[in-house]
């Protein structure tokens, strides 16, 4: 089991910039990470993905404004949001995956872009 514990999130004005956190309670060295978020009325969709090896991958309507990065040492992964824009609102959760059957969830953390 690993517990995943978002935090970072807040209010900003358009524009603005926030970094999530995801504090793992165990070694995360192993496993494919990622954020995914959910607005009201939508699915949860996939936001940024990193490997194992530290390979990323975004979704369109975040490239060149989200970074994803993870520090193995400290069992934690990272979301650098830049630009921000009210779609950007939504909750977002943190996910550690390693097939074939483990998959975590965290909480989620509220993310609100408005003036």
């Known amino acids: 089991q690993v517990q995943l514990v978002e935090s970072g999130g807040g209010l900003v004005q358009p524009g603005g910039s926030l970094r999530l956190s995801c504090a793992a309670s165990?070694?995360?060295?192993?496993?494919?990470m990622g954020w995914y978020r959910q607005a009201p009325g939508n699915q949860r969709e996939l936001v940024a993905a990193?490997?194992?090896?530290?390979?990323?991958n975004y979704a369109d309507s975040v490239k060149g404004r989200f970074t994803i990065s993870r520090d193995n040492a400290k069992n934690t992964v990272y979301l650098q949001m830049n630009s921000l824009k009210p779609e950007d609102t939504a909750v977002y959760y943190c996910?550690?995956?390693?097939?074939?059957?483990?998959?975590?969830w965290g909480q989620g953390t509220q993310v609100t872009v408005s003036s």
């Open positions: 996910n550690a995956n390693k097939l074939p059957y483990s998959n975590y």
């Open positions: 165990r070694s995360i060295s192993i496993y494919a």
């Open positions: 990193i490997t194992s090896g530290s390979r990323t």
